[in-house]
């Protein structure tokens, strides 16, 4: 792959959390107009207009800090999952939760079909993970240590917690789905600092 570029607009540390251009082209099928929205996320624009706002979408929008996860799943026998940044508590009686993700994304399409998943939320050293998971790479578990929840959704080492889920409810969400979970199961890791994303890039919250 070529040498990372940094979007028009988004600030230069920003280079390490997207992938390379090439990548997204052969995503997309061909060299178009393309804006990098979060880690794994790309969307096509059409025309400076669009560009313009979608460029103001981001910038205010990613002056919220989030923090990152890793949704899993089980597909037959293989692991599966993807980054999602869009994921929230929704409900406590009963336990819900909900993550968003594109409409293009494979992963989620194997969360349509196993009506379950794991969402890990990653540790502050674990960046090189979040990456992982963006990325387009075939078996993104290679020399990944993780484990099985009792429902056998893969939960991985070293997060600071995780939530194992059945799939309650999917809406459409523009170019995302609204996924709800119902929470069947939860525990802590054993790491105590999250990684966030802020502004275009991975942060820590020391």
């Known amino acids: 792959?070529?040498?990372?570029?940094?979007?028009?607009?988004?600030?230069?540390?920003?280079?390490?959390?997207?992938?390379?251009?090439?990548?997204?082209?052969?995503y997309l099928g061909?060299?178009?107009?393309?804006?990098?929205?979060?880690?794994?996320?790309?969307?096509?624009?059409?025309?400076?207009?669009?560009?313009?706002?979608?460029?103001?979408?981001?910038?205010?929008?990613?002056r919220y800090a989030s923090g990152v996860t890793v949704v899993t799943t089980m597909q037959g026998d293989t692991p599966v999952g993807m980054t999602c940044q869009s994921f929230t508590s929704?409900?406590?009686?009963?336990?819900?939760?909900?993550f968003l993700p594109m409409k293009t994304s494979r992963a989620f399409a194997a969360i349509r079909l196993s009506r379950r998943f794991c969402v890990n939320f990653l540790a502050a050293e674990q960046s090189e993970l979040s990456n992982r998971f963006a990325s387009l790479a075939e078996d993104k578990f290679a020399d990944v240590s993780w484990n099985r929840t009792g429902n056998g959704m893969?939960?991985?080492?070293?997060?600071?917690?995780?939530?194992?889920?059945?799939?309650?409810?999917?809406?459409?969400?523009?170019?995302?789905?609204?996924?709800?979970?119902?929470?069947?199961?939860?525990?802590?890791?054993?790491?105590?600092?999250?990684?966030?994303?802020?502004r275009g890039t991975y942060r820590t919250a020391t």
Do not use: Q
């Open 154 to 198: 893969p939960r991985l080492d070293g997060v600071v917690g995780w939530v194992d889920c059945s799939v309650h409810a999917v809406h459409e969400a523009g170019d995302h789905y609204l996924v709800i979970g119902r929470v069947d199961d939860l525990g802590e890791g054993d790491a105590s600092d999250p990684l966030l994303f802020h």
């Open 30 to 62: 061909g060299h178009r107009e393309v804006f990098a929205w979060r880690p794994g996320e790309v969307a096509e624009i059409d025309g400076e207009a669009a560009r313009a706002a979608a460029m103001k979408f981001r910038d205010v929008l990613g």
């Open 90 to 98: 929704v409900s406590l009686d009963p336990p819900l939760v909900a």
């Open 1 to 26: 792959m070529g040498e990372r570029t940094v979007p028009e607009g988004m600030s230069p540390d920003a280079a390490a959390t997207w992938p390379p251009r090439e990548l997204i082209d052969s």
